[in-house]
């Protein structure tokens, strides 16, 4: 069985375990960003020592370079990257969010514009699989359309139709490409319809009928508010199958990751905590959000968080030094501070092992 809920609370937070062949990972869980194989600033060792587990890289970034024949040269991209553990590719839908201003979307698929040389590339439904299956990953993404909500909102009925054919277009492919794999990677399908709880239900309910291995809450956190977000993930938690892995995609601050947790989630990902991490802003307890480069650490010679077991806190460093390192455009300083906020949104998850 590759995913089992282990217990429940009171409410609709559980744990659970997704299994990986010998490999076990424990649920709710927090996978750090590898946009091109590697969490940004990390070492894999440095990004295991945070408690993540599985590793998610970018599809269609992974196709620009080093190219997916290159990767699987390799033995895949958990091999190629050093990280050997389980991984998850997206599909490149979201790109088709982030790269609105050079992209083309029809029905066959989405033509983009290659920012480095102007060059077209296409990406069907079908060629996002081929990709993601050349990648090797454990998880991977049916292909899907995502509307921006800050200025994009009339498109959501479109881009839910369009998300469903393609999901069928997706399946289709990965079934004809896993004949023969003794461990064929597991699919996992895409919700769409923005802030409409009409379009949310039928999006859950077309997509759990359908033969995925996980569920996926995509289009969230993609210019809403944090309460229009938490509004939608409320109105779906009793909603869900029980027998499947659900992904709120995209989402990593710990207000959201609490209650998304809270709402029945198992897996969330983020660029959020290695991001801040690098410009020096840090979590420390309470959820309270400091910036280091602020002038009052300049000589506080205390560690970040004293509650804290990163191995950024454990080894003392003070924030008067974190503050210099950032200050002064050490990478060493965004090494330190990404390791402290992964460590920090994988305590959030742990905790939810002994409650539940």
Not at 100 to 123: A, H, L, M, S, Y
Not at 128 to 139: C, T, V
Not at 216 to 238: N, P, Q, T, Y
Not at 278 to 307: A, E, F
Request: glycine share 12%; charged share 25%; hydrophobic share 35%.
């Amino acid at each position: 069985m590759f995913f089992s809920a282990t217990a429940h609370k009171p409410g609709r937070a559980r744990s659970g375990e997704l299994r990986f062949g010998p490999i076990t990972v424990k649920t709710p869980h927090f996978m750090p960003v590898g946009t091109l194989g590697s969490v940004k600033g990390l070492t894999p060792d440095q990004a295991r020592s945070t408690g993540a587990q599985i590793v998610l890289g970018n599809t269609y970034h992974l196709h620009l370079q080093p190219g997916e024949e290159v990767i699987a040269k390799a033995g895949g991209l958990a091999f190629f990257s050093g990280w050997q553990g389980p991984m998850l590719t997206d599909s490149g839908g979201f790109q088709v969010y982030s790269l609105g201003k050079i992209r083309r979307i029809t029905d066959e698929g989405v033509t983009f514009q290659n920012p480095v040389n102007g060059d077209e590339i296409f990406i069907s439904p079908e060629i996002s699989i081929q990709i993601q299956h050349q990648l090797g990953a454990d998880i991977i993404m049916a292909f899907d359309d995502v509307v921006n909500l800050k200025n994009d909102r009339g498109r959501t009925l479109e881009a839910l139709d369009r998300t469903h054919l393609w999901l069928e277009s997706s399946i289709a492919e990965h079934v004809r490409l896993s004949k023969g794999k003794k461990n064929p990677p597991r699919l996992f399908g895409i919700v769409q319809g923005g802030l409409d709880k009409k379009l949310r239900t039928k999006s859950l309910e077309f997509v759990q009928a359908q033969l995925v291995d996980g569920i996926a809450i995509g289009g969230l956190s993609v210019g809403e508010s944090r309460g229009e977000m938490h509004d939608m993930l409320e109105f779906l938690a009793d909603k869900y199958d029980e027998s499947r892995p659900r992904y709120l995609m995209g989402v990593g601050h710990p207000i959201d990751l609490r209650f998304a947790i809270a709402a029945g989630i198992d897996l969330f990902d983020c660029v959020l905590p290695t991001r801040n991490g690098r410009h020096g802003t840090v979590w420390i307890g309470g959820d309270k959000q400091i910036n280091i480069r602020n002038d009052k650490y300049r000589t506080d010679m205390s560690k970040l968080d004293k509650t804290c077991d990163c191995t950024t806190c454990e080894f003392g460093y003070s924030k008067a030094y974190l503050r210099h390192l950032i200050k002064a455009g050490e990478t060493l300083g965004g090494t330190l501070l990404s390791i402290h906020n992964l460590r920090y949104l994988q305590r959030i998850c742990e905790s939810y092992y002994k409650i539940c």
